[in-house]
C-alpha cells in the first residue's frame, strides 16, 4: 500500500515517520509544505498525476488557534480549502483521505463525553475552518476517515508539555487555567491508531467520523502537575480561572471524548493519559 503524509514536519507526521518502520507493508511518501503545497490545487494536481497513492494521512493543518483569528485568510486556505483539492485528488485517483480534526468543532458546553453525532457549533475561527475542512471532505471525498482529537502533544515539535517543563526550570511559579477539561493525546498513540486503520479502510465507503484522545480526564492545571512531577521539576503550579488568562481564541471549557466507537471497530484499548505522558517524557529523555 502507498501511503502519502502531508505535514509530515508536525508532531503527528513526525510520529508516523518514527513509527513508519514498523510497517513494511506500507510504503510511505512524507511530504511538507516545501515538497507539496496542498493549498495549490496545480500543484496537487499535478502531484497526484505522477504519483500513485491507495491512501493519503493529511496532518497539514494551520493550528496556531490565537493566530487563527487574526490569520483568517490562511487558516481558511491550510484547514478548509486544502481539504477540498485533496479530497478530489483522491476521489479522482480512487486514494482514500485520513483527516485529522480537533475537539474545537464543538463550542465545549457539554457536560458529557462528546459523540461524533453530537452537534457541532466551533466558537473560533480555527475550529470554524477545520469544521469547514470536514464539511469539504463530506461533499467531495469517496472514502474518507475523520480523526478528531485533542489536546496533541509529542516529543516532536512544540507542544504544552515542552512549554510546562521549560519554564518550569526557569520559575518559581507557573499559572495554569484548572477550568479548562478534556483529555491530553500523545500523537505517538494516536499515530498508531490511524496506521492500524488504514488497514481497515479500503473496506469502508463513505465519509467515517471517529473520536479519538487518551483515556481518562484533566484539566490543564492537572496536566501541568503531573509534567512537574514526573520530570521532578521544583516548580509551584497554580490554578487560576480562563477568564484570568485572556487570549485571541476562546477554548472549549469542555472537551472530553467518548472513544466507543473508535474502540469497537478497531477492536483497540486506548491508554490513560497518565501512562502516556510517562512514556513521552522518557523518549524526550533518551
Same mark, same amino acid.
Given at each position: &500500500?502507498?501511503?502519502?503524509?502531508?505535514?509530515?514536519?508536525?508532531?503527528?507526521?513526525?510520529?508516523?515517520?518514527?513509527?513508519?518502520?514498523?510497517? @513494511?507493508?506500507? =510504503?510511505?511518501?512524507?511530504?511538507?509544505?516545501?515538497?507539496?503545497?496542498?493549498?495549490?490545487?496545480?500543484?496537487?494536481?499535478?502531484?497526484?498525476?505522477?504519483?500513485?497513492?491507495?491512501?493519503?494521512?493529511?496532518?497539514?493543518?494551520?493550528?496556531?488557534?490565537?493566530?487563527?483569528?487574526?490569520?483568517?485568510?490562511?487558516?481558511?486556505?491550510?484547514?478548509?480549502?486544502?481539504?477540498?483539492?485533496?479530497?478530489?485528488?483522491?476521489?479522482?485517483?480512487?486514494?482514500?483521505?485520513?483527516?485529522?480534526?480537533?475537539?474545537?468543532?464543538?463550542?465545549?458546553?457539554?457536560?458529557?463525553?462528546? *459523540?461524533?453525532?453530537?452537534?457541532?457549533?466551533?466558537? @473560533?475561527?480555527?475550529?470554524?475552518?477545520?469544521?469547514?475542512?470536514?464539511?469539504?471532505?463530506?461533499?467531495?471525498?469517496?472514502?474518507?476517515?475523520?480523526?478528531?482529537?485533542?489536546?496533541?502533544?509529542?516529543?516532536?515539535?512544540?507542544?504544552?508539555?515542552?512549554?510546562? &517543563?521549560?519554564?518550569?526550570?526557569?520559575?518559581?511559579?507557573?499559572?495554569?487555567?484548572?477550568?479548562?477539561?478534556?483529555?491530553?493525546?500523545?500523537?505517538?498513540?494516536?499515530?498508531?491508531?490511524?496506521?492500524?486503520?488504514?488497514?481497515?479502510?479500503?473496506?469502508?465507503?463513505?465519509?467515517?467520523?471517529?473520536?479519538?484522545?487518551?483515556?481518562?480526564?484533566?484539566?490543564?492545571?492537572?496536566?501541568?502537575?503531573?509534567?512537574?512531577?514526573? =520530570?521532578?521539576?521544583?516548580?509551584?503550579?497554580?490554578?487560576?480561572?480562563?477568564?484570568?488568562?485572556?487570549?485571541?481564541?476562546?477554548?472549549?471549557?469542555?472537551?472530553?471524548?467518548?472513544?466507543?466507537?473508535? *474502540?469497537?471497530?478497531?477492536?483497540?484499548?486506548?491508554?490513560?493519559? *497518565?501512562?502516556?505522558?510517562?512514556?513521552?517524557? =522518557? *523518549?524526550?529523555?533518551?
Amino acid at each position: &500500500m502507498n501511503i502519502l503524509v502531508t505535514g509530515s514536519n508536525g508532531q503527528l507526521g513526525s510520529e508516523i515517520s518514527d513509527l513508519s518502520g514498523k510497517y @513494511s507493508d506500507y =510504503k510511505f511518501t512524507f511530504t511538507d509544505v516545501e515538497e507539496l503545497n496542498i493549498t495549490d490545487e496545480k500543484a496537487v494536481a499535478n502531484y497526484f498525476a505522477s504519483n500513485s497513492f491507495d491512501a493519503v494521512i493529511n496532518c497539514a493543518a494551520y493550528t496556531n488557534v490565537d493566530k487563527c483569528e487574526s490569520e483568517q485568510k490562511a487558516a481558511n486556505s491550510l484547514n478548509t480549502m486544502a481539504c477540498k483539492i485533496l479530497s478530489q485528488n483522491c476521489s479522482k485517483h480512487k486514494a482514500a483521505l485520513i483527516q485529522i480534526s480537533t475537539d474545537y468543532v464543538f463550542d465545549g458546553n457539554n457536560h458529557i463525553p462528546y *459523540k461524533e453525532t453530537d452537534f457541532t457549533n466551533p466558537n @473560533s475561527v480555527y475550529g470554524k475552518t477545520k469544521l469547514n475542512g470536514e464539511q469539504m471532505i463530506e461533499e467531495f471525498a469517496s472514502t474518507a476517515i475523520i480523526v478528531r482529537t485533542s489536546w496533541l502533544y509529542s516529543s516532536f515539535g512544540h507542544n504544552f508539555i515542552k512549554t510546562i &517543563m521549560k519554564y518550569g526550570k526557569e520559575r518559581d511559579e507557573l499559572k495554569v487555567v484548572f477550568d479548562q477539561i478534556g483529555t491530553p493525546t500523545y500523537a505517538r498513540d494516536l499515530a498508531e491508531v490511524i496506521l492500524l486503520g488504514i488497514k481497515n479502510i479500503n473496506f469502508m465507503e463513505g465519509v467515517h467520523t471517529f473520536l479519538y484522545s487518551n483515556e481518562g480526564v484533566c484539566s490543564w492545571y492537572d496536566f501541568a502537575k503531573e509534567i512537574v512531577n514526573i =520530570k521532578g521539576i521544583d516548580c509551584k503550579i497554580t490554578p487560576i480561572e480562563t477568564k484570568d488568562y485572556p487570549l485571541p481564541a476562546p477554548r472549549p471549557a469542555y472537551s472530553v471524548m467518548n472513544k466507543a466507537k473508535i *474502540k469497537a471497530e478497531l477492536d483497540i484499548e486506548i491508554p490513560y493519559w *497518565k501512562d502516556s505522558l510517562k512514556k513521552c517524557l =522518557k *523518549k524526550i529523555e533518551d
